[in-house]
């Protein structure tokens, strides 16, 4: 019985020193430009902003629509490029920025309208935004959209 206490103290300091080692301070600046990338995002789908867009993708990003359809970034730019996607409204809230190294991963809750082919579609979902520092810059390497039904 002696033992069996002895090894579930040692685990639980195990989780506990791995818990704190993997949490790092908050850096409000940090976490500012992370909302930042974001506002640009949303500002540059709502005007089809393909510069800004080029921008803020990493060369290897994963878009993943909310139908389960996957572009990479050259796919995903024509789309809006050619106006085959257009989006007409985007409101988010629930947004919560966690940082871990060079890596940002930022969770929202989103209702977003689009034109896509000519057909409008409306979604009330969930997304999620992988962000890497690369050479000093934050670029969005994933995004991942799940529909609430």
């Excluded at 993997?22 to 930042?36: C, E, G, W």
Aim: with cysteine; proline share 1%.
């Amino acid at each position: 019985m002696k033992l069996r206490r002895i090894l579930v103290l040692a685990a639980t300091l195990c989780v506990l020193i791995v818990t704190a080692s993997a949490q790092q301070p908050i850096d409000k600046a940090l976490l500012q430009s992370v909302l930042q990338l974001e506002e640009q995002w949303q500002q540059a789908l709502l005007t089809s902003d393909v510069a800004v867009l080029e921008r803020l993708y990493g060369e290897d990003l994963t878009y993943v629509h909310s139908n389960g359809r996957a572009d990479n970034k050259e796919s995903y730019i024509a789309s809006i490029r050619s106006g085959a996607t257009k989006y007409q409204s985007i409101a988010r809230d629930e947004i919560k920025v966690r940082v871990f190294a060079n890596t940002a991963i930022v969770t929202c809750h989103w209702k977003v309208q689009t034109l896509s082919n000519g057909t409008v579609g409306n979604t009330d979902g969930r997304y999620i935004h992988v962000y890497v520092k690369v050479k000093g810059r934050w670029q969005m390497v994933a995004h991942q959209s799940t529909k609430i039904v």
